[in-house]
């Protein structure tokens, strides 16, 4: 690995502890889960715009470039890139095209899934959870569910009903709680969506739609 190889591994690490770092303070004093933290959200501007200068350069920083640990961190950090759809669509097309061995199938599928959330699809895996309206941690919409195990048993996940208790029981353990009002939490929730560029607003698809039959 050449010096200039060398540094961008060293760099995608430092972007991805800043993050971890940046979290686990928010999380410790309870900020993290006001909303999306302007200061997390600093952080994963930031990282995204870097990441998007790498993949004009460079393409994505596969493992056989810059190391397994560094490869790591770069899917973490356009994992995060949330308030980028734009950058997580190219990255997840980039990461789809990757020769076998360089990008861990997991990886792949938790990017796709939480797009797919974002968009208002269902997620094929059941990586992508949040609060529900009974105040439980729960899996996000999820398209075909009858199949979901067999999908998850292919990507080396265990079965959903595993990780719904692994997951709540971890939340138990932070000092994060059910929103108070989950339905206005899922309206602001929606708002940035459509302000972000994830979702479009029912006269944005309406107009859609009547261009293509017009087409």
């Given at each position: 690995m050449d010096r200039e190889i060398q540094d961008l591994a060293a760099e995608l690490v430092r972007m991805a502890a ?198």
């Amino acid at each position: 690995m050449d010096r200039e190889i060398q540094d961008l591994a060293a760099e995608l690490v430092r972007m991805a502890a800043e993050d971890a770092s940046v979290r686990e303070r928010l999380a410790h004093d309870g900020t993290l889960y006001e909303g999306y933290n302007p200061e997390m959200r600093a952080v994963h501007d930031r990282n995204a715009a870097r990441l998007a200068e790498i993949l004009d350069s460079r393409g994505w920083p596969m493992r056989s470039l810059v190391g397994e640990h560094a490869a790591r961190a770069a899917w973490l950090i356009l994992q995060h890139a949330i308030s980028h759809p734009g950058l997580q669509r190219r990255g997840l097309a980039l990461l789809k095209e990757a020769p076998a061995g360089e990008v861990a199938p997991v990886e792949i599928a938790m990017l796709e899934d939480r797009i797919r959330t974002y968009e208002g699809r269902g997620q094929l895996y059941g990586t992508q959870f949040d609060w529900d309206e009974k105040g439980e941690m729960s899996p996000l919409n999820i398209e075909d569910p009858d199949d979901v195990d067999e999908r998850r048993a292919a990507i080396n996940l265990p079965p959903l009903e595993e990780e719904i208790k692994r997951r709540r029981a971890a939340i138990s353990r932070t000092r994060e709680r059910p929103p108070a009002d989950w339905a206005a939490r899922k309206r602001k929730m929606e708002m940035w969506f459509r302000a972000v560029g994830w979702r479009k607003d029912e006269g944005e698809n309406r107009k859609a739609k009547s261009g293509r039959k017009g087409g």
